[in-house]
């Protein structure tokens, strides 16, 4: 239901309005048991009270909406924008990548924050929008807050990005930096459950297939590269023993799970100087980015978080505003 970004659009709504000259006005939310609909707009204040309280918007006494999905909601309502925030499936992309699909079709602005569709179809969808003449964006899929697009399109801005290196996996950061610690791997591994960093099934951080799944979105939005996770050879940490990680350290290096893009696309635990900026610690994430004249530049900060992401779904839909505006002028 994107409980963080009802809660920004509250805090925030005068200032949006001011600032950005963008009035939002929300007529639906759904989420896995069904939906709230008001074509007038919904109140975000009781919908995150239902949500909180009942579970689903779709026990709201009156605008609640048992068993409605998306693809309902995208055939019932007159809607400018999809912001999909749905949990992220690597196997098929499912449920988003047909809700992403059927919106584009419809000539719908997209904003997602979920990996699943683009790392496996961004080219095809990239292609959509365009063809559909749509906006399509998803800042918050790489790096949460962290602008790293953003970020990445001002280095191109009149130079070429030939290297993209990224600790783009804060699971395994913390792993790893837990490690440096002194812990083994499967201690370090059940302390960053305890602390939520990982998912329950941690399998997808730790193989590596999330880091490439956001190496994906780099290698297209920044390099121009028409790629799938299928094109990235995937090594993750699993295999990473305390001993590797004490043997580089009497060298003054380390171990981070790193996703590179130049002329190949990899992601490999890779030894670095202790003193790379890439050597973030913890939950940290950290992306750089080689330029053909300009040199290496370098992103880092926290790289996920619900606040932090939906901040990243308000950057897409200023944008959204912005070129909308453009388009009229
Ligand atoms: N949180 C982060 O730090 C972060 C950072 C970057 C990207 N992301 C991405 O953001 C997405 C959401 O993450 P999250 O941590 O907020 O996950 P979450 O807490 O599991 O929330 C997922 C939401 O999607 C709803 N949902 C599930 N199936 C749905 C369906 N078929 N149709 C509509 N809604 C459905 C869920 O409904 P119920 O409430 O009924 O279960 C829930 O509200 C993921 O793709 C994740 O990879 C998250």
Known sequence: MGVSLAEILIERSEELRREEGLNIRIVGIVDSSGAAVNDKGLDL?????????????????EYGRHGLNVLDLLDELDVDVLVDATPTNLKDGEPSFTYIKK???????????????????????RELA?????????SGSVGGGLPVI???????????????????NGTTNYIISRMEDGLDFKTALTEAQEKGYAERDPSLDIMGFDTAAKLVILANEVVGRK??????????????????????????????????VDGELEVKPTRIKREDPLAVRYSMNAVSFTTLNSGRHVILGRGAGGRETATAILRDLIEIKKKLVEVRI
Do not use: W
């Not at 204040?45 to 006494?61: A, D, F, P, Q, W």
């Not at 050879?233 to 023993?241: R, Y």
């Not at 001993?243 to 580089?248: F, K, N, Q």
């Open 130 to 138: 365009k063809h559909k003449d749509v906006v399509f964006r998803f």
């Open 103 to 125: 919106a584009l079709t419809y000539r719908i602005h997209v904003v997602t924050v979920n990996k699943g569709p683009l790392a496996l179809a961004l080219p095809a969808l």
């Open 45 to 61: 204040e009781e919908m995150i009270r239902t949500k909180k309280k009942l579970g689903s918007v779709s026990c709201h006494n």
């Open 150 to 168: 953003e970020f990445a399109r001002q280095c191109a801005r009149g130079d070429k990005i030939v290297k993209v290196e990224g600790v783009l």
């Open 227 to 260: 790629v799938t996770i299928n094109d990235i050879s995937i090594k993750g940490i699993e295999d990473l023993e305390k001993e590797d990680i004490d043997e580089a350290s009497r060298s003054g290096e380390t171990y981070r799970l790193i996703g590179r």
